[in-house]
């Protein structure tokens, strides 16, 4: 007999899709910000050494890892119109959501084996880990007009983040714990590594361990997704052909296309600080003993996810009272303030400052921005590939991001100058949100 899915807009559907957020949003935390940063320039530490030899040439630490990372997000970039595609002709975008969940969740799990002797496995893994995750969030996040009503939307999309911060904090606390005291735990030096980094090894374990087992909720609920009507030939290329139909659709949609030039302009500068945060705060601020800098950069994290849960509750009431963009425009604004602030940072508590303003606007603007383009949708069942579209612009502003970021701070010699440069970003994407309000007033 055939399990019967709950209605859109029901509880326990809208209850389903955000739980998402709680079991994946481990990784962004434990594994991008906060365990995993400190692991890696731990490893090079402990061996005294600042590059290593790969692929024939010797590669500073830093560089070596941003330069992964911007080549995930290119294989992100093209991976999830291809998933979309196969998704939407098929029906089966759960099918996907899953394997997509068990690829980060396996690559997390993985990261236990990093090493320097092992340094392609690791980097393979971290890699993985990357797509894994974002490729699963453009998949979950395309279910969202599919589950909600528009007038549900902006609550239920502000719900998942705030359990992902909840569900984050939650993990990285017990992972700190380990890290911090790993005696209690009974984790000791041994085997060539002391403790502390055998406890960083065991806090990916429990990321990945954590991402399957509450993805379930989730499996369970969601359905399987809407099968697109039309000629099944060459599904593997049909992701391409929808991103171009999307664009060829947002002709016609003036407002839509509108409001994509401003979320990929501001986009580029939250993601790109999300990704550098943890290392400007660490190079940049004027720390006093390596244990005082791990110990500060971690609480200033979690300062930001616990201040990012009202963030993104106020902003959805706001957007209530106000309207989606108006609001989108004012968190603009201040993250161009931030940006001005962040280049006369000195010391840990201007710091910790920082994090908790960044905290209120960091969960806003992601979870208004996500349902402000559900609302802004035309009437249609292909969600999968106006998604994939959104993703795929978000990705490759990262890639923009990043590279533009790094070459400001090489460039000029400082990290600050980079910040003022992202805050040209915000100034732009305040522009633009300008001109979707004025296509609102035309109709």
């Known amino acids: 007999m055939a399990r019967a899915f709950a209605l859109k807009g029901s509880k326990k559907l809208l209850n389903a899709w955000a739980f998402y957020d709680w079991a994946n949003s481990v990784y962004s935390l434990v594994i991008s910000s906060a365990i995993f940063p400190i692991f890696y320039g731990a490893l090079f530490r402990v061996a005294e050494i600042e590059k290593v030899t790969i692929f024939g040439g010797e590669i500073a630490r830093a560089p070596l890892i941003s330069y992964v990372t911007s080549l995930a997000f290119v294989f992100i970039a093209i991976v999830t119109p291809l998933v979309s595609g196969i998704a939407d002709?098929?029906?089966?975008?759960?099918?996907?959501?899953?394997f997509f969940c068990y690829l980060g969740?396996?690559?997390?799990?993985?990261?236990y084996w990093f090493s320097l002797e092992n340094i392609y496995f690791g980097l393979v893994c971290y890699f993985f880990g990357l797509v894994g995750f974002w490729v699963s969030f453009a998949i979950n996040n395309s279910?969202?007009?599919?589950?909600?009503?528009?007038?549900?939307?902006?609550?239920?999309?502000a719900k998942g983040f705030s359990l992902g911060y909840v569900g984050s904090v939650i993990l990285l606390v017990f992972n700190l714990a380990m890290v911090m005291q790993p005696a209690v735990f009974g984790i000791t030096d041994g085997g060539g590594e002391v403790a502390e980094i055998k406890a960083m090894k065991y806090s990916f374990i429990s990321v990945g361990v954590w991402w399957i087992l509450f993805s379930q909720y989730t499996f369970y609920h969601l359905p399987k997704g809407y099968k697109r009507e039309g000629e099944r030939t060459n599904i593997v290329l049909n992701g391409f052909r929808e991103l171009k139909s999307v664009w060829k659709q947002l002709g016609g949609e003036t407002r839509l296309k509108r409001y994509l030039g401003a979320f990929f302009v501001y986009s580029m500068a939250v993601q790109t600080i999300?990704?550098?945060a943890t290392y400007f705060g660490e190079e940049e601020i004027a720390w006093g003993t390596d244990s005082e800098r791990t110990t500060g950069l971690i609480i200033s994290i979690l300062v930001i996810q616990i201040v990012a849960i009202a963030g993104a509750t106020l902003t959805a009431y706001a957007s209530k009272l106000y309207g989606n963009v108006r609001t989108l425009i004012v968190i603009n604004v201040i993250w161009i303030l931030l940006c001005v602030y962040a280049y006369f940072l000195q010391t840990p508590m201007d710091f910790y400052i920082a994090a908790g303003l960044v905290g209120v606007v960091m969960g806003g603007i992601q979870a208004l921005s996500r349902s402000t383009y559900s609302k802004f949708l035309p009437e249609t069942t292909d969600t999968t590939s106006f998604f994939s579209f959104y993703d795929v612009a978000e990705k490759i502003g990262i890639v923009i991001g990043t590279f533009l970021y790094g070459a400001v701070a090489q460039l000029t010699g400082s990290m600050r100058n980079s910040t003022i440069f992202l805050g040209l970003f915000f100034l732009i994407g305040v522009f633009l949100l300008l001109r979707v309000n004025k296509e609102k007033e035309r109709q």
Do not use: H, T, W
């Not at 002709?89 to 899953?98: A, C, T, V």
């Not at 969740?105 to 990261?111: D, E, N, V, Y």
């Not at 279910?143 to 999309?157: C, H, M, R, T």
């Open 89 to 98: 002709y098929l029906g089966n975008k759960r099918i996907f959501l899953k």
């Open 274 to 276: 999300m990704l550098i």
């Open 143 to 157: 279910y969202l007009p599919d589950i909600a009503f528009p007038e549900q939307q902006d609550g239920v999309s």
């Open 105 to 111: 969740a396996a690559s997390c799990i993985g990261l």
